[in-house]
């Protein structure tokens, strides 16, 4: 009875009640993004006509009661907790993968709304909940959007996501009874990350911890990028003013100092030291695991070749390795425990640790 009392509080009562715990929530300097990069996803076929959309499943009826502020662009409309979702799913993940799969996507995305309005002053948004820029909230398409895109699977695949939503109704992820910031990335290779290595705090649940995905299931898990010396210099020294760069290029970056987890923590470039978040900001970089290799000393000639490992910041749940471990028959309860250490979904808070 507790836990259908609990998912009936309006939005009004429940972000009351959470203002009182937010002074225990800390607002992690740096975090720009519960991701930062939404997965690719292949372009269907526009020109096919739509599926009869006869069989949707309902929205689930927690959801369909919260109304969540969506700010695009300059304007905030104001839908349904279960539309946002649908559509931040839809954004955040290909409709191919799978259901245990997206049923955590929709936890982790619910589970961030809840997070932002829970949140201590100042808000991420003033006048809204969540934004639909993937490199400040989450991605969000809507309806239309995912007609052009899906083509005919339009119905199939909504429906899976909307079932996917429905699955989890209400449902939020949980560290002593708090809604967490979940973090998620598209992948990872090997491990994930510890949150204070990408960002400047640390998170109990949001710590290194093994991922399954291989270069044949998460496409690009490994991956190049070339930057010629030329550009390379160029966009240092607009970032760095610090920078001296001498003649010998192979001599230009140096320090490379690894975290736990492999990835570059920092290094200097051109004597300017540099952390690896801001390093992958400056040349889009896929992720922080990177290796570097300088093609030759003459700056006119060479390149540098940054090769990554991974997709994302790596903090959190890792997509493919989520899907991975939904294909292998995990659901999404113990996708969800393990990418989040210690953190429970939220209704499980009142059985968990009674003995019967
Ligand atoms: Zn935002």
Redesign the pocket.
Known sequence: MKKIALFSLTLGIFAAALSIVSALIFPMEGVS?ARDAPIEQEQESPSAPPEPETSLPPPGENDARVNVRV?DGDSVSEMSMFEYLVGAVAGEMPASFEPEALRAQSAAARTYVWY?ISAAEPK??AD?D????PG???AFTSETELREKWGADFGKNLAKIRAAVAATDGIYITYDSEPILAAFHASSYGSTENAEDVWSGARPYLVSVPTPETSEDAPGLISAATISLKDFKETALKALPDTVFGADAEKWITDVAYDEAGRAASMKIGGAEITGARLRELFGLRSTAITVYVSSPDENTGDVIFTTAGHGHGVGMSQYGANIMAKNGADWREIIKTYYTGAIPSDEIFTEGIAL
């Not at 969540?130 to 820029?133: F, R, Y």
């Open positions: 993004a700010k932002n991420k948004h809204a969540v934004c639909t820029d400040c909230c989450a």
